[in-house]
């Protein structure tokens, strides 16, 4: 079946850097981009950016220009994304999401969620 | 701030009809996805496009689109719809980039 898995639950000081994995089964991987979207507790969802798992390319919220990368490992059929210079208000839960890459039709299957959790 | 907006809170009665509307400059190019998001769990998919609902997800939801607003409704509320819901679709960037909006918070009654 369809599935995105996301790593385990962090703990990181303020200034560190977090790196979360997503590895997808049951499609093919390169066929869909992978959407990291955040949610800071007791509050909304927030769109950080995609990648383009068959060409590599990314697009970011200009929110998280500079601090965030999002990479990916075709081999295993695994997305990253790093956060670096955390900050106390970083902590949250992280969630992947695909998408058709030939269609925007929505984020139709989404990770478990990775919290992250920055503290001193 | 979101480029989104919607409103923090809609309550309906058990069976009844409720409209959760989004609005957005962007939304009169390019149409909205809606979530759902229950306490606790990830969101789902329940409308995106014109009007298309995922396998699994019930008649009740449809999706709507006019101007800058884009809505969902559910029809005949059940409890279970009882949750949080987003839309979300391209910014006002023009850089193929998305944006959520601020959420919608469903009593149902």
């Known amino acids: 079946q369809v599935q995105l898995v996301q790593s385990g639950a962090e703990v990181k000081k303020p200034g560190a850097s977090v790196k979360v994995s997503c590895k997808a089964s049951g499609y093919t991987f390169t066929g869909y981009y992978m959407h990291w979207v955040r949610q800071a507790p007791g509050q909304g969802l927030e769109w950080m950016g995609w990648?383009?798992?068959?060409?590599?390319?990314?697009n970011y919220a200009q929110k998280f220009q500079g601090r965030v990368t999002m990479t990916r490992d075709t081999s295993i059929s695994t997305a990253y994304m790093e956060l670096s210079r955390l900050r106390s208000d970083d902590t949250a839960v992280y969630y992947c999401?695909?998408?058709?890459?030939?269609?925007?039709?929505?984020?139709?299957?989404w990770g478990q969620g990775t919290t992250v959790t920055v503290s001193s | 701030s979101s480029e989104l907006t919607q409103d923090p809170a809609v309550s309906v009665a058990l069976g009844q009809t409720v409209r959760i509307t989004c609005q957005g400059d962007?939304?009169?190019?390019?149409?909205a996805s809606w979530y759902q998001q229950k306490p606790g769990q990830a969101p789902v998919l329940v409308i995106y496009g014109k009007n298309n609902r995922p396998s699994g997800i019930p008649d009740r939801f449809s999706g709507s689109s006019s101007g800058n607003t884009a809505s969902l409704t559910i029809t005949g509320a059940q409890a279970e719809d009882e949750a949080d819901y987003y839309c979300?679709?391209?910014?006002?960037?023009?850089?193929?980039?998305?944006?959520f909006g601020g959420g919608t918070k469903l009593t149902v009654l």
């Open positions: 962007s939304l009169r190019s390019y149409y």
């Open positions: 990648i383009n798992p068959n060409s590599g390319g990314t």
């Open positions: 999401a695909r998408e058709p890459i030939v269609k925007e039709v929505g984020m139709d299957v």
């Open positions: 979300n679709s391209r910014d006002s960037s023009g850089n193929h980039r998305r944006v």
